[in-house]
T-cell receptor, first 116, second 116 residues
Framework: SQKIEQNSEALNIQEGKTATLTCNYT??????LQWYRQDPGRGPVFLLL?????KEKRKERLKVTFDTTLKQSLFHITASQPADSATYLC???????????????FGQGTTLQVKP | EPEVTQTPSHQVTQMGQEVILRCVPI?????FYWYRQILGQKVEFLVS????????KSEIFDDQFSVERPDGSNFTLKIRSTKLEDSAMYFC??????????????FGEGSRLTVL
């Protein structure tokens, strides 16, 4: 069966350090891998997208890597701040059908706590 | 900045009652989705909608659920006869989808449904 696995244990780091979150998947051939941020009681917010033929993507303090051989993505936040504390969701988008439709499937998320 | 809006933010209902959750997607978006998140669990795909019809639905989306786009702006989720296990946060999302559909989803803030 298809699975997306993220570390369910919370990640606690000190302000200024780099946070690294892991996403592993099985039995998928996603066209795109995405990372979202979710704050308590709020909807997910899109952060970054990486295509299957890309190895790395950067946006400000965020970096995502995508290894389709290992079926793994790493999500890095450099110079972390307390405001980065949230749950980070890995998601895979698989296109199906002739209308270019598809669906986004989420992992369970990893909660990051950045301490001042 | 354009956003997805959802109403109501919270609805409490009795088991067996019908519920309609409403969403206004971003105006130029072509793909629409409903997701749900049971407290403490992951965000789960329910249904995708494109060109005025359902593109894909999950096993959760059984005959008790239906979706509709009654006019050019609203997108609704109806649960005909609510069960206790339908208690969850329901998120509406939309994506632009022009050209290549990358699946970058814009989520609303959710409607919390409590079934008593």
């Amino acid at each position: 069966s298809q699975k997306i696995e993220q570390n369910s244990e919370a990640l606690n780091i000190q302000e200024g350090k780099t946070a690294t979150l892991t996403c592993n998947y099985t039995n998928y051939s996603p066209a795109y891998l995405q990372w979202y941020r979710q704050d308590p009681g709020r909807g997910p917010v899109f952060l970054l997208l990486i295509r299957e033929n890309e190895k790395e993507k950067r946006k400000e303090r965020l970096k995502v890597t995508f290894d389709t051989t290992l079926k793994q993505s790493l999500f890095h936040i450099t110079a972390s701040q307390p405001a980065d504390s949230a749950t980070y969701l890995c998601a895979l988008f698989h296109i199906s059908g002739s209308s270019n439709t598809g669906k986004l499937i989420f992992g369970q998320g990893t909660t990051l706590q950045v301490k001042p | 900045e354009p956003e997805v809006t959802q109403t109501p933010s919270h609805q409490v209902t009795q088991m067996g009652q019908e519920v309609i959750l409403r969403c206004v997607p971003i105006s130029n978006h072509l793909y629409f989705y409903w997701y749900r998140q049971i407290l403490g669990q992951k965000v789960e795909f329910l249904v995708s909608f494109y060109n005025n019809e359902i593109s894909e639905k999950s096993e959760i989306f059984d005959d008790q659920f239906s979706v509709e786009r009654p006019d050019g702006s609203n997108f609704t989720l109806k649960i005909r006869s609510t069960k206790l296990e339908d208690s969850a946060m329901y998120f509406c999302a939309s994506s632009e989808g022009q050209g290549s559909n990358t699946g970058e989803l814009f989520f609303g803030e959710g409607s919390r449904l409590t079934v008593l």
